[in-house]
């Protein structure tokens, strides 16, 4: 019987995998290499090999509900999108609430995880692990859950740009970077429009003489800020998702549309080749704004160097260069598992809806928060953690390992042919389908129609509004007494930080029948332009452009 559970890291992933731990009445001891929580989130003055960095201007591209844990909604008073300090804060909260620092060894790092001699029968795992002094210890558990993130190999393909070593400035991959400290009156380069290709050209581009930013096929740039200034994320919904699937229409044509109303693409040097769906986009409020203004330029990917000069692909040439940044990715790997546990099914990783490997005689090993989709990382993390630990409890089964590998094999070209997936951008999942496929397992999904019948305030919500991750606290194991009220309140929590300043309502003045006729008339006109109008998008529907708090 599973009861001693290992998880590897203290991220968001590991947190919440300590939690649901808890949940099901199970022992965790999380093995955490550094000195506090936080992982990626936690921004650290010099980098340190092995372990993921951050820059100091970065900022959650999910607003504060999309991010939230199904049973934790962030402060009010917290802003909609995060600067990465503010994330640590609320995972701290989170931590404290719950009790999970107490479960939590820092700085040990897990070297290896191996089977245990008798594993066909109780399915244990030996956990080696060294201390920050060298002390080396092995431990027996019962099941592990592996959290330890991607973001810690950085990707320098260097033999792909002829001439690096001739180069006469300094080069970096974006892991080491930290702010724009010694990039002022310099001539820079930054390779790749991920998301923080995107940022450290707009942040570095304030202090440097010219910016320059090169990529091999283009990107998505969406913003932070949706209609009426909120968080672009939350107008979406369930509604929204079946209305994509019912429409004839391409939703990425239309999603594309509705961003070159913005701004063309084309024309600001953006536009990529794969449609906007295939591949998570740019998030980035600032970038078209250093484009028109000249301080970052958009360039084609970069054919060789020369000195200090650097030469692209339509053989335009950059003269005086001093620092070139790659943002090129990272490379995954889990070291400390056993290679057949690495086994691929295309780029991804060999894993049972991207948990669990389907060739172990007794299904006690996880994979919890490796994973892509259009949203935050927490709750689908959270997800696989609710169904991983029930599963480890004996309470929900696996089919075969005929039947899962089967699944894997069936859905990784699927994913492939709807995905730009690479080696390092293994995998991508539909947001919404994602998570409703893991809660159907344990018995969490909403279920809309009853919630009409039952409770009609709270199913529009849950129907019409945004998907937040409480809606999967509302029924089945692990429900939680405040998960409607959450829902209900979240657009109060969302409007609460912008009330810093308030602007009082005009004095009402009497209105004649005449004129109030014609102001309704006018408001019914006006109606009708933004239905046609916003109608037309998949994400800004017209219930979403008029909804108010509830």
């Known amino acids: 019987m599973v009861q001693k559970v290992a998880v590897i890291g203290a991220g968001p992933s590991g947190l919440t995998s300590i939690k649901a731990c808890l949940d099901e009445g199970l022992e965790p001891t999380c093995f955490e290499s550094s000195y506090d929580i936080g992982g990626l989130w936690r921004f650290k003055e010099k980098p340190e090999p092995g372990r993921a960095n951050i820059y100091d201007s970065v900022v959650s591209n999910s607003s504060k509900e999309m991010l939230a844990f199904s049973d934790f909604p962030p402060p009010a008073d917290f802003p909609n999108n995060l600067h990465h300090s503010d994330v640590v804060r609320y995972l701290s909260l989170y931590a404290q609430t719950f009790k999970l620092r107490q479960h939590i060894r820092f700085q040990t790092t897990v070297v290896s995880v191996r089977q245990s001699p008798d594993f066909a029968v109780s399915g244990q795992w030996e956990v080696e692990t060294e201390k920050s002094e060298g002390q080396r210890e092995t431990g027996v558990f019962d099941a592990v859950i592996v959290c330890s993130g991607h973001y810690t190999q950085p990707h320098l393909p260097l033999k792909d740009f002829p001439g690096i070593e001739s180069f006469q400035g300094r080069y970096f991959h974006s892991w080491e970077y930290r702010n724009a400290e010694g ?13 923080s290709g995107g940022d450290i050209a707009v942040d570095a581009s304030r202090v440097a003489e010219q910016m320059y930013l090169s990529t091999r096929s283009g990107a998505w740039v969406v913003g932070r800020v949706g209609p009426g200034g909120l968080p672009g994320d939350l107008l979406t919904s369930r509604m929204d998702s079946m209305r994509q699937k019912l429409s004839f229409s391409s939703p990425s044509r239309m999603m594309e549309k509705q961003l070159n109303q913005a701004y063309d693409h084309k024309l600001y040097g953006l536009e990529p080749k794969h449609n906007f769906f295939a591949q998570i986009p740019v998030v980035n409020d600032d970038l078209p704004g250093r484009i028109i203004t000249g301080r970052v330029q958009m360039k084609p990917n970069v054919k060789e160097f020369c000195g200090s000069s650097v030469i692209f692909v339509d053989g335009s040439v950059i003269d ?45 090993l996880a994979v919890v928060g490796f994973i892509h989709g259009f949203g935050s990382i927490n709750p689908l993390a959270e997800m696989q953690a609710r ?15 005929e039947v899962m590998l089967k699944e894997i094999e069936a859905d990784t070209p699927k994913m492939h042919q709807k995905f730009a997936c690479s080696d390092r951008s293994p995998l991508q999942v539909d947001y919404i389908p994602y998570l409703d496929t893991l809660a159907e397992q344990f ?24 998907p937040t991750p409480y809606q999967y606290r509302l029924t089945g194991p692990g429900q939680w007494a405040g998960a409607r009220q959450a829902i209900l309140t979240q657009w109060e929590r969302v409007i609460q ?27 019914a006109l006006l109606c009708c332009f933004l239905y046609r109008k916003h109608s037309l998008s998949p994400f800004f529907s017209p219930s979403n452009f008029f909804r108010t708090p509830q």
Do not use: C, M
């Open 183 to 195: 990039l002022q009156g310099k001539r820079v380069v930054v390779i790749g429009i991920g998301n």
């Open 320 to 364: 005086k260069v001093d620092v070139v940044v790659f943002a090129t990715g990272y490379n995954y790997s889990f070291p400390f598992l056993p290679s057949a546990l690495q086994a691929k099914s295309g780029y991804r990783l060999q894993l049972y809806k991207h948990v669990f490997p389907p060739g172990l005689s007794q299904p006690t």
């Open 387 to 401: 169904w991983a630990t029930r599963v480890f409890k004996g309470l929900n089964k696996l089919p075969s390992e």
């Open 443 to 466: 018995g969490v999904r909403p279920n809309i129609l009853w919630l009409f019948l039952k409770d009609p305030r709270l199913a529009l919500q849950v129907f019409t509004g945004p």
């Open 497 to 523: 930080p912008f009330r810093t300043r308030v602007v009082p309502d005009p004095e009402s003045r009497p209105f004649s029948k005449v004129s109030t006729i014609l102001s309704l008339s006018g408001a």
